[in-house]
């Protein structure tokens, strides 16, 4: 398989990886925000409501959960965090908003595994 070819399957896997996550969510009663949401600093894969709380959704994919989390680091984390404060700047209580961060791990299989307030700001 040539770098291309893996590079697009990686790429709708990712996509298929997102939304399963999405549809975890919507069936335990969050609301919709945004898909991929670009900052100037970087992306956010999924923003989702529960009631007055805006919830973040980094969303890992990999062969097993273990290495999906070993694909999050420290700089990933904090561009994560500078674009949702982008993001609560639009809201009703500014960087006041009552917000999570969590991260949602998929592994080859697409068993979701969804690790809440993983990131404290």
Known sequence: MSRTERGRTGYHAGIEAERSVARDYLRRGYTFAAHRFRGCGGEIDLVLRSGSQVVFVEVK???????????????????????????????????????????????????????????DP
Do not use: K, W
């Open 61 to 119: 994919q990999s062969r097993s959960h273990a290495r999906a989390a070993e694909r999050l680091g420290p700089h990933q984390m904090a561009r994560l965090i500078e674009t949702a404060r982008e993001f609560v700047a639009n809201e009703p209580h500014g960087q006041d908003t009552d917000m999570r961060f969590d991260v949602a791990l998929v592994d080859g299989v697409g068993r979701v595994r969804v690790i809440e307030n993983a990131l």
